[in-house]
């Protein structure tokens, strides 16, 4: 089992955050994005954070948006369309949506159809 399976949410949020931030786009922003990957709503979102969730909890009991099977490129030199285990693709799905956000791509094209 991979390490980032049982790191908090909680724990990697704030970074998350603050490289969102420092590329000028928001808090409000990404929270958008993790919920429309999740299906979480920002209650549900906050709950998660409040009680240190970990990663594996965190997504077993997400429903994953039905496109976000379209979400390719490289994450951590590794293409996540190609990565076999499931929980580990979610994460890194996240990764890359987080990473898309702080590059500056507009939320329309972030927020897949």
């Known amino acids: 089992m991979?390490?980032?399976f049982?790191?908090?949410v909680?724990?990697?949020y704030p970074l998350?955050?603050?490289k969102v931030e420092r590329k000028g786009r928001t808090k409000a922003e990404l929270d958008q994005v993790i919920e429309w990957l999740t299906g979480f709503d920002e209650a549900t979102v906050q709950k998660y954070l409040a009680s240190d969730a970990t990663f594996e909890t965190?997504?077993?009991e997400a429903e994953l948006n039905p496109s976000a099977s379209s979400i390719t490129g490289v994450v951590c030199g590794v293409r996540v369309e190609t990565i076999d285990d499931p929980l580990m693709?979610?994460?890194r799905y996240l990764d890359k949506l987080v990473d898309e956000l702080?590059?500056?791509k507009p939320m329309e094209k972030i927020l897949r159809p």
Do not use: M
């Open 58 to 60: 965190f997504f077993a």
């Open 10 to 12: 909680s724990a990697v």
């Open 6 to 8: 049982t790191t908090s």
């Open 2 to 4: 991979h390490r980032i």
């Open 102 to 104: 702080a590059k500056g």
């Open 89 to 91: 693709q979610q994460i």
């Open 16 to 18: 998350y955050v603050a």
